[in-house]
């Protein structure tokens, strides 16, 4: 079974930039899809995008279509999210995910998951 760990959140500017990372323990890599989700206080998590197995094809949600980018190194376990040009309402925790299926499109296929990494934006 695959362990997250989150790192690279924090305090950030509106319009400004920041890397999320995810590293991946336990199982092997190269067979998850990953996908990341978000959390505001009082809000449901939302699923922010996913990334195939082999890094070949990414899914992005509306919101942040054209501002993030979901990218992965199967040789190092990684997988990042990249947020550009961002806003107050990206603030929220964000959560690295994995499934088996292979389903990075679809929120519900991810059944493993990370702690968490706060983001927040300020205006």
């Known amino acids: 079974q695959v362990q997250l760990v989150e790192s690279g959140g924090g305090l950030v500017q509106a319009g400004g930039s920041l890397r999320l990372s995810c590293t991946a323990s336990?199982?092997?890599?190269?067979?998850?899809?990953m996908g990341w989700f978000r959390q505001a206080p009082g809000q449901e998590r939302e699923f922010v995008g996913g990334i195939s197995r082999n890094g070949g094809t990414t899914y992005y949600t509306d919101s942040v279509k054209g501002r993030f980018i979901i990218s992965r190194d199967n040789a190092k376990n990684m997988v990042y999210l990249q947020l550009n040009r961002v806003k107050p309402e990206d603030t929220a925790v964000y959560y690295c995910?994995?499934?088996?299926?292979?389903?990075?499109?679809?929120?519900?296929?991810?059944?493993?998951w990370g702690q968490g990494t706060q983001v927040t934006v300020s205006s």
């Open positions: 995910a994995a499934n088996e299926d292979g389903s990075f499109y679809h929120p519900r296929a991810y059944n493993h």
């Open positions: 336990g199982s092997t890599f190269s067979g998850y899809a």
